[in-house]
């Protein structure tokens, strides 16, 4: 094992953290090479430089000015043609970092770790699951969850999926079944990745909920259980009921327990409505896990960033810097927010219309981009109808289980395609 590997794990291995990493967590580290050799040349080499590669001219990027011209004047050359930081651009880690705190109140005084940035959620998953997962270790998640997940989770890493029904008799979080499936898992440790608002049925927590399912994994941490919980923060922020806890389960786990390790996975994706720009961010936080210990899971992370995708776009980090550095930032993201707001109480009154039809029932949901539909008939015949016979188009997740996304239909659109999916059911089923 490389010895800068050696000394992060030496300092992990104070805390309960260091038994959770994997085999490849533990054998990461950031490399002196290239990377950070230039970094110390950026300092010190004020006469001449020739470490990076890149081309530069007059200490500038080489570029061609048709590729410039595409971007706002306001971006300059070194906004967008040299490579990033290693880990992201420092601003925009701190900014993340500072907007996280505003949105999460339990946060404000949270001895969090810098934010890390990867290459979108999808990204920022799978280096988590690399860093902690070894192949048959166990995987606490619901029974309906995001499709990617089996790549990330059963073939890439091998690991042990445990399922837990969404619901309970009740229509609300499962708590129970989360609590059951813990208690099942097999090993000293066990990861536990939730979906809040959950693709695809859309429903988040209530408060009581969410104290609930915290009490839980303290419960398994106190019996000597280490936990992995990640918090896939994909549609965070779109929240549309009274009762729903508007703050990551992570502002409720950060310093719950030393048994359990949370970890915050989010992404500009969703939050800032950048879909393409694939900015994503990891953030760690442990009760007890000082500054130290936390720069040493940091600057594994960065390794592990540096070993796959070697950094990420550095002119989608100053876009994304620059616009949630604006003025008229929150304004206008809210305003954003109040558009999807809008089509999810059109979406309600229109599934209020069908309420007595035997064809389809609805998933409880109350957040994000999507509802699922419990079909009678099987969900891909339903689906291959509406594509047909409708022109309309939905997602089958399951023999049963049928997923519209309302974010993508306009206002006016809703109550047609909503009567569009009733009527194809009742023919078919």
Known sequence: ???????????????????????????????????????????????????????????????????????????????????????????????????????????????????????????????????????????????MYWENYDLIITEQRQAKKIFFDNYDSNGGFNVEGLDKAIESAQGEKVTVLLNFPNNPTGYTPTFNEAEAIKDVLVKHANKGKKIIYISDDAYFGLFFEKDTNTQSLFAKLYNAHENILAVKCDASTKEEMVWGFRVAFITYASKG?????????????????????????????????????????????????????????????????????????????????????KTKCRAEDLRQKLLNDYETGTICLGEHLLRLAFSSVDDENIPGLVDTVYKAAEELC
Request: proline share 5%; glycine share 6%; hydrophobic share 40%.
């Open 289 to 373: 896990l000082g500054a130290e210990a936390l720069d040493a899971l940091v600057q594994k992370t960065m390794g592990a960033v540096r070993g796959t995708l070697s950094n990420c776009s550095m002119s989608a980090q100053n876009i994304l810097l620059k616009g949630m550095s604006d003025p008229d930032y929150h304004k206008d993201k809210k305003e954003g927010i109040e558009k999807i707001r809008a089509r999810y109480v059109i979406l309600r009154k229109a599934l209020e219309e069908h309420k007595d039809s035997k064809a389809l029932e609805v998933y409880p949901f109350n957040s994000g981009y999507f509802m699922s539909f």
């Open 1 to 143: 094992m490389d010895k800068l590997a050696c000394a992060l794990n030496e300092i992990l291995e104070k805390t309960p953290v260091y038994s959770m990493l994997s085999d490849y967590g533990k054998r990461m580290y950031v490399p002196k090479g290239i990377i950070v050799q230039s970094a110390e040349a950026k300092q010190k080499a004020k006469r001449y430089n020739a470490t990076i590669g890149i081309a530069l001219e007059k200490g500038v990027a080489m570029h061609i000015p048709a590729m410039k011209a595409q971007f706002a004047p306001s971006m300059s050359v070194s906004e967008i043609f040299p490579y990033a930081p290693m880990g992201g651009v420092l601003a925009l880690r701190q900014k993340w970092l500072e907007e996280m705190r505003l949105k999460n109140p339990d946060l404000k005084d949270a001895n969090l770790s810098n934010p890390v940035v990867c290459n979108g959620l999808t990204n920022a998953l799978s280096l988590v699951f690399s860093l902690f997962v070894d192949k048959d270790e166990s995987v606490v998640l619901p029974s």
